[in-house]
């Protein structure tokens, strides 16, 4: 797993071609405080209004905050709020538009008023045809499609049903980015899922997956039986169930489930929150993370939207604060001062169903081969504990010449790295107390030690955990620095 800033870097090299169904959001605030004299109806007295690009061009202007670069195909028609919304994508710096004009339907343009004081949606008022593209409209949309796929790391398809996405479009342009080696990312509208057939994951919330299975999907067990099924008339490699406030549920062809818990969140406006999760997936993925690293900042971009009135974007900052909420802590709030508040903090992340992580050393003289592991090891989990062992302890390990550095500065040096959440100092030789007493979900250590040699791993595997082991950076180790460091002085 890449450190965050990393991450940042290779989504900024990504090409996602994004192609759906694309419409104007206006959302009208205001406050009731009377009925209509003629006729029994709310009067909203309007405060204020704004409009935003919506639809599948919610997910491409995601795509674009978030620092990849969209190429966007959609259908609008040849109105002013198809001219609106040409004009407001083609303003944008990383979009670039590819827009079909179908002169014989308006452009999808919802409005929507909405309660200022209490959040409320109170109507919405739709100007749309929903019928599919059919006859020469579905060529053209064809033509713009299949000469952009070569551009792309990554294919998302964003399916309102307001006529882009015909059966005859989903087939040719998945079974041309396959030919090409493309992953195709799905957000489906359609309960018959052998139309997306050869798609690389599909992203349903719960409704759209219990309609498209006949399944009650009310369990994390009951959406994996349901979704194995489903795939394999699908052809897919996985699917994702977005579970709004009970989080996600991501099922590998085959493979075992990975749930990941919504971060706690006072949600505002869920518009548009679907968008966020499909365009974070896709730019993540496209950077090389796997299935949960994307999961996890799928998840974390979800609550930053939802957070937000209207349909959002989320920037970097956003998402780093979201993904790293301790990255900005000095460094003494983030070193455990005793296990009450170690214990304090580990009911908090329980109670909030986030995944914690132990890795432990005497981490001395930090080195890349040091951070290597720690990224890996916070790409494995929400939070991440590292164990460091006190003075006394390195002494008996490693000789009376060591530590160089005494266990505060290695705690604070530990401390101001992004990817540690709480650094704990132990007495002993091991960390197996800690371990017992954290019971992590996932425990790691760097690829020079096997599994059985990893203290604590049968606890971790009780506890239905896993050991992660991460490939070691050859070169790189704090007993050859000190040495080279102490011929230098002599």
């Known amino acids: 797993m890449?450190?965050?800033?990393?991450l940042l870097q290779a989504i900024a090299r990504q090409t996602v071609l994004c192609i759906g169904d694309l419409m104007l959001d206006e959302f009208v605030y205001g406050e009731v405080s009377r009925i209509s004299p003629e006729a029994p109806a709310p009067v909203i007295a309007v405060q204020r209004s704004e409009t935003?690009?919506?639809?599948?061009?919610?997910?491409?202007?995601?795509?674009?905050?978030?620092?990849?670069?969209?190429?966007?195909?959609?259908?609008?028609?040849?109105?002013?709020?198809?001219r609106m919304l040409a004009a407001e994508l083609g303003s944008e710096p990383k979009i670039e538009p590819v827009l079909v004009r179908d002169p014989s339907r308006p452009t999808t343009r919802k409005v929507r008023f909405v309660s200022e004081h209490f959040s409320t949606h109170m109507l919405r008022a739709d100007w749309e045809i929903a019928a599919a593209a059919t006859g020469e409209v579905e060529q053209r949309l064809l033509d713009a499609i299949l000469p952009q796929l070569a551009r792309a790391d990554i294919v998302l398809l964003s399916d309102y049903a307001k006529?882009?996405?015909?059966?005859?479009?989903?087939?040719?342009?998945?079974?041309?980015?396959?030919?090409?080696?493309?992953?195709?990312?799905?957000?489906?509208?359609?309960?018959?899922?052998?139309?997306?057939?050869?798609?690389?994951?599909?992203?349903p919330n719960r409704k759209e997956f219990a309609a498209a299975t006949r399944s009650a999907a009310a369990t994390d067990d009951e959406i994996a039986a349901a979704a194995q099924d489903a795939m394999t008339l699908a052809e897919c490699e996985a699917m994702l169930v977005t579970k709004s406030e009970h989080g996600m549920t991501l099922?590998?062809?085959?493979?075992?489930?990975?749930?990941?818990?919504?971060?706690?969140?006072?949600?505002?406006?869920?518009?548009?929150?679907?968008?966020?999760?499909?365009?974070?997936?896709?730019?993540?993925?496209?950077?090389?993370?796997?299935?949960?690293?994307?999961m996890r900042a799928a998840s974390a971009a979800a609550a930053v939207a939802v957070s937000k009135s209207g349909t959002a974007v989320v920037t970097p900052s956003e998402l780093r604060r979201r993904i790293l909420p301790h990255a900005e802590l000095a460094a003494e709030d983030k070193i455990i001062a005793s296990d009450a508040d170690l214990d304090a903090r580990l009911k908090e992340w329980r109670r909030e169903g986030l995944r914690v992580g132990f890795t432990n050393g005497c981490f001395d003289i930090l080195h890349p081969g040091h951070v290597k592991v720690l990224t890996a090891a916070r790409g494995a989990c929400d939070r991440l504990i590292v164990g460091l062992n006190s003075d006394a302890s390195v002494r008996r390990l490693k000789g009376e010449s060591r530590p160089v550095q005494n266990e505060r500065a290695r705690a604070e040096v530990l401390a101001a790295l992004e990817a540690v959440?709480?650094?704990?100092?132990?007495?002993e030789d091991t960390p197996i107390r800690l371990i017992t007493r954290i019971e992590p979900s996932v425990l790691v250590k760097g690829g020079d030690y096997t599994r059985e040699?990893?203290?604590?791993?049968?606890?971790?595997?009780?506890?239905?955990?896993?050991?992660?082991?991460?490939?070691?950076?050859?070169?790189f180790s704090t007993t050859s620095l000190v040495a080279r460091a102490r011929e230098g002085q002599s």
């Open 2 to 6: 890449l450190s965050f800033d990393a």
């Open 52 to 82: 935003n690009i919506g639809g599948a061009g919610n997910v491409a202007r995601n795509i674009a905050a978030i620092g990849a670069r969209c190429i966007f195909v959609g259908l609008v028609g040849d109105d002013a709020t198809g």
């Open 163 to 203: 006529g882009v996405l015909t059966a005859r479009v989903i087939r040719e342009t998945i079974d041309a980015a396959n030919k090409l080696g493309k992953r195709v990312i799905v957000d489906p509208k359609s309960a018959n899922f052998a139309i997306y057939r050869g798609a690389t994951l599909l992203t």
């Open 251 to 294: 099922v590998p062809r085959g493979g075992e489930p990975i749930h990941v818990p919504a971060l706690p969140v006072k949600v505002r406006d869920v518009s548009g929150a679907g968008d966020t999760v499909a365009a974070v997936l896709a730019v993540v993925l496209a950077s090389g993370a796997d299935w949960a690293a994307a």
């Open 421 to 427: 959440d709480l650094v704990a100092i132990f007495e």
């Open 453 to 475: 040699q990893v203290v604590g791993h049968e606890i971790v595997a009780a506890k239905g955990g896993e050991v992660l082991l991460v490939d070691v950076l050859p070169g």
